[in-house]
């Protein structure tokens, strides 16, 4: 299979996993890399068509680039989900509120600046904003930031470096604190429950108190083995059990076929309801 043949498997939907073609990718690395890059270029220029096309060929770039940790993706990808608005979203399923935090990290080598730029980009997505916080707690999960280097990061967020209004980043912003270890953010973190920036139903103060109880020796060795904040090295084992790929037992809607109805649902509701929603779809996986 050449690498214009695994291409033309990407771009068509068939309701299969195209198991061997992303296996000769992998294996044709090299060859396919500049044509990976390309797919991703287009689908940023051609995003407002990509609903109306079954291709996924962006979808499965996105995971081998990652997978290659290829960094010339790193501000494709970054460019593509900068994009103002749900279309981002509505174009790649559940992607950004499962797996592009991880996919980030795979491509930065441990380069932040591009993921801080996302996570202060006050015209990006909320919900993409959030992946990329996970994507830096991912860094330090894997060895690649230090916690201190990120922990100073996030506490910029919270003394300046956001707006003080309700967002969806909020809760980011203090997720990731939790899952480094909150001490040295204890307080900053009070401050923004005391002006309830955050809805205590997405994570509580009581959260956060619990998390300190269990100390932070056994909070960051949690991190260290939680696949959540794992980098991307295997685009089979992640996509092949997607629903799209087993649609005998799922009803996906044709033009998103790649995400769970429940998400692309929620993007349509009004802002409240969709936080809602989001939060718990970026708190488990979901595509089953």
Not at 47 to 57: G, K, T, V
Not at 67 to 89: H, K, M, N, T
């Amino acid at each position: 299979m050449d690498v214009q043949e695994i291409l033309q498997q990407f771009a068509t939907t068939t309701g299969t996993f195209p198991r061997e073609a992303v296996a000769q990718a992998i294996a044709q690395r090299e060859a396919i890399t500049p044509e990976l890059l390309r797919v991703l270029a287009e689908a940023q220029h051609n995003i407002e068509d990509l609903p109306e096309s079954d291709s996924m060929a962006h979808i499965y770039a996105m995971y081998l680039l990652a997978q290659f940790r290829e960094p010339r993706a790193y501000p494709l990808i970054v460019a593509f989900f900068s994009i103002p608005g749900d279309i981002a979203l509505d174009t790649t399923g559940d992607v950004a509120t499962e797996d592009l935090g991880r996919i980030l990290a795979s491509v930065s080598c441990g380069d932040i600046r591009l993921m801080t730029s996302l996570v202060e980009n006050a015209h990006a997505n909320e919900y993409v904003r959030v992946a990329a916080l996970r994507g830096l707690v991912t860094l330090v999960a894997c060895g690649e930031q230090a916690r201190e280097d990120i922990i100073a990061y996030v506490q910029r967020l919270f003394q300046g470096g956001l707006a003080r209004e309700v967002s969806f980043v909020w809760y980011g912003v203090v997720s990731a604190s939790h899952d480094l270890y909150p001490e040295e953010l204890y307080d900053d973190i009070k401050d923004a429950y005391d002006e309830e920036l955050i809805e205590p139903g997405f994570i509580g103060l009581d959260d956060i108190d619990e998390t300190l109880q269990r100390g932070k020796e056994r909070v960051l060795d949690a991190l260290q083995q939680n696949t959540r904040y794992s980098l991307i090295t295997d685009t089979i084992t992640e996509m092949e059990w997607w629903a799209c790929f087993h649609p005998e037992g799922h009803a996906v809607p044709h033009t998103v076929s790649f995400a769970p109805p429940s998400v692309q649902q929620a993007q349509h509701k009004a802002k409240d309801k969709r936080k809602r929603k989001l939060a718990k779809a970026a708190r488990r996986r979901n595509r089953r």
